[in-house]
């Protein structure tokens, strides 16, 4: 479903332990919005909703609601410490456009 890099495996879990979030996961999702018609939405959570999907790859649990696992299925989770920027990143094969920051996208 959602493809985790090693670098986003990484820095998840760097992040978590310093949030005292360790037994959370990754938490991703699609919003309206952005100047491409869809947004990313990525936090950690430890809850679990009733239609939530559940996913795990490279040791990672990776959590998607109903509405956004058909805009995110193939999706490429990575995290970019370079200079246009620090993040994660969504390197998606169904968007058909996104904005010159990467933060939306549209199909």
């Known amino acids: 479903m959602i493809k985790v ?3 986003a495996k990484e820095t998840a879990i760097r992040m978590m332990a310093e949030e005292n979030k360790a037994d959370h ?5 699609v919003e309206g919005g952005g100047c491409s018609g869809l947004m990313y939405q990525l936090k950690f959570d430890n809850e679990i909703k009733e239609d939530d ?7 990672i649990k990776v959590v998607v609601d109903k509405k956004s696992v ?3 299925v193939g999706t490429i ?7 246009n920027g620090k993040g994660f ?3 998606n094969p169904n968007a058909s456009r ?3 920051c990467g933060e939306s996208f549209s199909l």
């Open 53 to 59: 999907k559940e996913f795990e790859d490279n040791g």
């Open 89 to 91: 990143v969504f390197s």
């Open 5 to 7: 890099t090693d670098n």
């Open 25 to 29: 996961f990754i938490r991703v999702g």
């Open 77 to 83: 989770l990575d995290y970019s410490g370079g200079l």
């Open 98 to 100: 996104t904005c010159g």
């Open 70 to 72: 058909l805009y995110l």
